[in-house]
């Protein structure tokens, strides 16, 4: 592993296929949405890869490969996939593209359908709902807040949950957003 290796993530990638795992229609399905209109136009280069940032200190994150893998049809196994998430929406595969793939876009597509199944890290989900309990993504300890008091610092400006909750009425991920104290809507 390099040296500053991002933490190791499960890396279902280099698993044997099985026919039964691949879906032809998936990327025609792909392709009709804004940003992955060009996936198949890819011939394997490998540039976004070689030029991506998080690819340098990842053993198991590779665009190339999860774009492979959406080609294939390996629908669940792409979106399920944990380095799916740790790409960091650079832009740098997109710019270098020979082809032209909108790299990051398919990234991002392929989130998107992931995170309207309920498929996204725990993290997020973590975060979404601090977002509409408090409008940030972090709830800010009281302890921090008293201490920010006795340091003279200013009060945090108060977030707004009620106008982002209503941004995000209808919003596909939305219902896999577990709300504080109320029971989690996927079950
Ligand atoms: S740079 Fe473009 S053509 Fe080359 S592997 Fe990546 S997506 Fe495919
Ligand atoms: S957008 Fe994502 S896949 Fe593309 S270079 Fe940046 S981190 Fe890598």
Request: aromatic share 6%.
């Amino acid at each position: 592993m390099a040296e500053n290796a991002a933490p190791t993530v499960k890396d279902d990638t280099r698993e044997p296929i099985r026919a039964k795992e691949i879906d032809p229609k998936f990327k025609y399905e792909l392709i009709k949405h804004h940003g992955s209109e060009k996936l198949l136009k890819c011939f394997e280069c490998g540039t976004c890869t070689s030029d991506c940032p998080v690819a340098r200190y990842s053993d198991s994150y590779r665009p190339r490969t999860i774009l492979h893998m959406a080609r294939l049809g390996l629908k669940d196994r792409v979106l399920k996939s944990d380095t799916l998430w740790l790409c960091a929406a650079c832009f740098t595969c997109t710019d270098r593209c020979p082809q032209g793939v909108e790299v990051a876009s398919v990234i991002r597509v392929l989130r998107n359908i992931a995170a309207e199944e309920g498929i996204f890290p725990q993290v997020f989900k973590d975060q979404c709902a601090s977002v509409l309990e408090s409008g940030y993504a972090y709830k800010i300890p009281d302890l921090r807040i008293k201490k920010r008091e006795q340091t003279g610092l200013p009060p945090l400006p108060k977030g707004n949950p009620e106008s982002i909750r209503k941004s995000l009425k209808g919003v596909a991920f939305m219902k896999h957003i577990e709300k504080k104290g109320e029971p989690d809507a996927k079950q």
